[in-house]
């Protein structure tokens, strides 16, 4: 089935231990994001990856980095987690075409918790 | 600054038509968006508006006034489906999505 799958679904995690979410998707498309969802807060970016081999900052880029090896992967990692990282997590991508009407699909999200 | 501001949650009745509008100030503009998120899902695409003007889509539809800085997006004939949050978010000129915090659309029957 085409789309976009995240692992883990949700994870309790101690504060300091590192963590990889992956994301894979299978629609060949160009660009790749990461999104954390809070209450009351709208999504905001924390990195991104135009295409394979680049990775670009978002708005709240601290205390996480990506890779993008190849078209179809986009790991985030929070090499030392805290408290303030729980959230829910979702990544997404577009095709990536050059053209402005290019939806952003999204996968189904981990929900992080940071104790 | 980028700011994108939604009302946080509206109540519609079973039937009716809801307007739920969206304000925006960004330093580039390229393309407005409308996602609807249902509880614990992932949001999905609902309309995209360029141009300003009416683009109808079914019972949805979605209005854009670039001069203005304004959009809304009309739901008619409410289904007790169509509780879910509802987001704006513009795309400035890198591609990137600016998203507003969403309004919580709640039916009543």
């Known amino acids: 089935i085409a789309g976009i799958t995240q692992a883990p679904t949700s994870q309790i995690l101690a504060a300091g231990r590192r963590m990889t979410l992956r994301c894979t998707q299978d629609m060949r498309h160009n660009a790749m994001y990461w999104y954390r969802q809070d209450l009351g807060l709208g999504l905001r970016l924390i990195h991104y990856?135009?295409?394979?081999?680049?990775?670009g900052k978002g708005e709240v880029p601290d205390g996480y980095s990506v890779s993008r090896a190849n078209t179809d992967d986009f790991p985030l990692t929070l090499a030392s987690a805290v408290p303030s990282q729980t959230s829910v997590y979702f990544c997404?991508?577009?095709?990536?075409?050059?053209?402005?009407?290019?939806?952003?699909?999204f996968g189904p999200g981990t929900r992080l918790l940071v104790l | 600054g980028q700011n994108i501001d939604q009302p946080t949650e509206m109540t519609a009745t079973e039937g009716a038509i809801v307007q739920i509008n969206c304000t925006y100030q960004?330093?580039?503009?390229?393309?407005l968006f409308w996602y609807q998120q249902h509880a614990g899902e992932a949001p999905t695409f609902l309309s995209y508006?360029?141009l300003d003007g009416l683009e109808e889509k079914g019972r949805f539809s979605s209005f854009l006034s670039r001069s203005k800085g304004y959009s809304y997006l009309l739901l008619k004939e409410l289904q007790m489906k169509d509780s879910a949050s509802y987001l704006c978010a513009v795309q400035d000129s890198n591609y990137q999505l600016i998203w507003g915090a969403g309004t919580k659309l709640i039916i009543k029957p």
């Open positions: 997404a991508s577009r095709e990536g075409s050059g053209t402005y009407q290019e939806t952003q699909y």
């Open positions: 960004t330093s580039g503009f390229n393309g």
């Open positions: 508006n360029v």
């Open positions: 990856s135009n295409t394979a081999g680049t990775t």
